[in-house]
């Protein structure tokens, strides 16, 4: 069963720092893509950060580029944003998710997101 | 950037059918998914790759993926699928995902 757990949230003051780690279980670490995906309160979703299994290519969303940086220990099987720099509007739940990426005949991409975690919440106040 | 449009609301009776659509500029260039997301709870994978179901979720659930537009179609809707739902999208200029704004269906 895939699990992961996210832990490292809570408040914060405009312009400090918080790390989150999510720990995964139940599947291939180190050959999966991850990602951060966030929830404002009351809002949608969005997509933060994504690592893949090596380590070797990030991706940020221009709203945390230059700010966050996402990592991940394969040994310990888990995955870390440091989070720079916070404003009030990075106030929200951040989940882990496991990716799941194909490419078909066409060299479409096939990326999605396969398993969530139950969500760490993120408090910036001003 | 590259922007997906749901309708806010979706209301639909118990028993019958809903579509929730999602809008982006060639769409169907793309593979969409859609995930439900009930109060208080982590989002759920209900459909991949435009049209297919994982393990587990209710063949009730149903998708497709032509032009401008990706329906999400709930036949025979239960109480226990009144959700927010958001599709996404992976887009290739960017490399980025993108979800859409989100589609709160009620079973009334």
């Known amino acids: 069963e895939v699990q992961l757990l996210e832990s490292g949230g809570g408040s914060v003051q405009s312009g400090g720092s918080l790390r989150l780690s999510c720990a995964a279980t139940?599947?291939?670490?180190?050959?999966?893509?991850v990602s951060w995906v966030r929830q404002a309160p009351g809002k949608g979703l969005e997509w933060v950060s994504s690592i893949i299994g090596s380590g070797g290519d990030t991706n940020y969303a221009d709203s945390v580029k230059g700010r966050f940086t996402v990592s991940r220990d394969n040994s310990k099987k888990t995955m870390y944003l440091q989070m720079n720099s916070l404003r009030a509007d990075d106030t929200a739940v951040y989940y882990c998710?496991?990716?799941?990426?194909?490419?078909?005949?066409?060299?479409?991409?096939?990326?999605?997101?396969?398993?969530w975690g139950q969500g760490t919440l993120v408090t910036v106040s001003s | 950037s590259y922007d997906l449009t749901q309708p806010p609301s979706v209301s639909v009776s118990p028993g019958q059918t809903a579509n929730i659509t999602c809008s982006g500029e060639k769409l169907g260039d793309k593979y969409v998914s859609w995930y439900q997301q009930k109060p208080g709870q982590s989002p759920v994978l209900v459909i991949y790759?435009?049209?297919k179901r994982p393990s587990g979720i209710p063949v009730r659930f149903s998708g497709s993926n032509s032009g401008n537009t990706a329906t999400l179609t709930l036949s025979g809707t239960q109480a226990v699928d009144a959700a927010d739902y958001y599709c996404?999208?992976?887009?290739?200029?960017?490399?980025?995902?993108?979800f859409g704004t989100g589609t709160q269906v009620s079973v009334l």
């Open positions: 996404q999208a992976w887009d290739s200029t960017t490399a980025f995902y993108v």
């Open positions: 139940g599947f291939t670490f180190s050959s999966s893509a």
């Open positions: 998710v496991k990716e799941k990426r194909a490419v078909d005949t066409r060299l479409v991409r096939k990326y999605y997101f396969e398993y």
């Open positions: 790759d435009d049209e």
